[in-house]
């Protein structure tokens, strides 16, 4: 019995050996019939990229920046506020109301810059028929003389000088006072009763503020709230204990604040942008600027049509397993960045730039892609490199498929911009996407860099 024991051993050891394979690796494709075999590869592609100039974006903001801010690498920004405020609902003034002052109050919590440098602000009435629309969305590049006619004496209605240190305040809210011309009040003083009681009625008498500065250029406001407010007093005759008639006043004031109920714009002017993309096209390394707001961006070709080419030409069906475009950030170790870095990046098809911002539509992988800012080690410097990277995987797979379904070849390439955004979440689920409107920037490595050049890497199946 022990013999037969091991005699069976002996045969299947020899079998086994028989039937070895010098190439492990391809046992499966080996084993299966020529049509069925499956194919895992990785390929890396080389991406165009450029500078893209932005002329405007459409202006949702929450907070206003307000003020002129010059940095070196990314140039000269400059913002305006034009603000309606909102009517006190059928609000009726009592008799023998004497007015006192009508004051301009901007709440701000942040200013950026140098806070000892001088602003002087000057505030206009939008003194023109043109009104803002509630429900239109407007861009950044307003002209003001559409709505303001400064040639009108009575036009500009208060006007400071300041430093953003100079206001008063608690702890880390900080506000700026402005006092509006008497000849201004005057006007609320007289206003007609009817005035509050129909919205149109009321900004046809007061069309709403022009805010902007003319002096300083190291500092900005982040203005959280704005509110005019009109003090007035009234009188009114009463008995006092010994039966003889008494004056009594009563001070008032009676708040307009600029609100979500009614429109506010940001305007953004950036006067030397075109000296700035002249600099970064005469380095020697290719890198680009994503800055905000509404200044530059940065353009990247994704060669669909190379991409398919190589992938498909082995005449499998193809699957996308994982698709990554990588940007780095140049010399983030190195430099010191004056302004904050953007922690959200989307990279959105050029063609629905517009139409993806004006309908608030949601990052989605076929148009419009939230990027991941992520930093990994060099195990050979000890530095840190800091990037974007963006998932294509689902993109990739959309144009192919497109191309097919069209009967046609993918376009040699697609381009898509880098934009930074502003996201509201609820319960780690995105709610609102907007172009970033207070100052971000950042510098990054272009498609010819020599060290870090922009690549998008590829992980693909066909079977």
């Given at each position: ?6 005699m069976?051993?002996a ?7 028989s ?17 069925d ?44 506020i ?13 008799p023998?109301?004497?007015p ?5 109050v ?33 861009a ?15 036009a ?16 880390d ?35 709403g ?43 008032v ?17 950036h ?18 600027h ?22 498909e ?22 430099e ?10 989307l990279?959105i ?25 992520a ?80 690549k ?8």
């Amino acid at each position: 019995m022990k013999n037969r024991f091991l005699m069976l051993i002996a045969s299947l050891m020899i079998i086994i050996t028989s039937c070895n394979d010098s190439n492990l690796t391809d046992i499966g494709s080996n084993i299966q019939p020529p049509g069925d075999k499956i194919l895992v590869a990785a390929d890396t592609f080389s991406i165009i990229s450029e500078n893209y100039p932005v002329e405007f974006m459409y202006s949702r903001p929450d907070s206003f920046l307000l003020g002129t801010f010059y940095d070196q690498k990314y140039g000269t920004v400059h913002a305006d506020i034009f603000a309606q405020v909102e009517h006190p609902k059928n609000h009726v003034y009592q008799p023998n109301t004497t007015p006192d002052s009508i004051l301009l109050v901007m709440q701000y919590q942040k200013y950026f810059g140098d806070k000892h440098s001088p602003m002087h602000v000057s505030v206009y009435e939008m003194n023109k028929d043109t009104t803002f629309r509630y429900l239109t969305p407007y861009a950044t590049n307003l002209n003001p003389d559409v709505y303001v006619d400064k040639s009108v004496a009575s036009a500009l209605i208060g006007e400071k000088t300041f430093t953003a240190v100079d206001a008063s305040g608690e702890q880390d809210s900080t506000y700026v006072t402005i006092k509006f011309s008497n000849e201004f009040m005057q006007r609320f003083a007289k206003v007609s009763p009817d005035i509050y009681t129909d919205e149109s009625k009321f900004l046809k008498f007061f069309n709403g503020l022009f805010i902007t500065t003319d002096f300083g250029s190291a500092s900005m406001l982040y203005v959280r709230q704005i509110d005019m407010i009109y003090y007035h007093s009234y009188t009114y005759t009463t008995k006092d204990v010994s039966g003889q008639d008494s004056l009594v006043k009563v001070n008032v004031s009676v708040t307009f604040p600029a609100n979500s109920r009614v429109r506010q714009v940001n305007r953004f002017l950036h006067p030397d942008k075109n000296n700035i993309i002249n600099q970064l096209e005469n380095q020697t390394d290719q890198v680009h600027h994503i800055s905000s707001p509404a200044n530059i961006y940065t353009r990247v070709s994704l060669p669909i049509k190379r991409m398919q080419q190589r992938m498909e030409g082995n005449g499998l069906r193809l699957a996308i397993n994982n698709a990554k475009l990588r940007i780095d950030i140049n010399n983030l170790n190195e430099e010191n960045y004056a302004q904050p870095i953007p922690s959200s990046i989307l990279l959105i098809r050029e063609s629905s730039l517009e139409r993806f911002f004006t309908k608030r539509e949601f990052p989605s992988d076929t148009c419009a892609i939230l990027g991941t800012y992520a930093y990994e080690k060099n195990s050979e410097t000890g530095e840190y490199n800091y990037y974007y990277t963006f998932d294509i995987s689902g993109l990739i797979a959309h144009e192919f498929k497109q191309a097919k379904t069209n009967e046609k070849t993918p376009p040699e390439k697609t381009n898509f911009l880098l934009v930074p955004v502003r996201l509201k979440t609820s319960n780690n689920t995105v709610t609102d996407v907007s172009q970033q409107f207070l100052l971000n920037a950042v510098t990054i490595c272009g498609g010819n860099h020599p060290q870090k050049p922009i690549k998008a890497h590829v992980v693909y199946s066909g079977f």
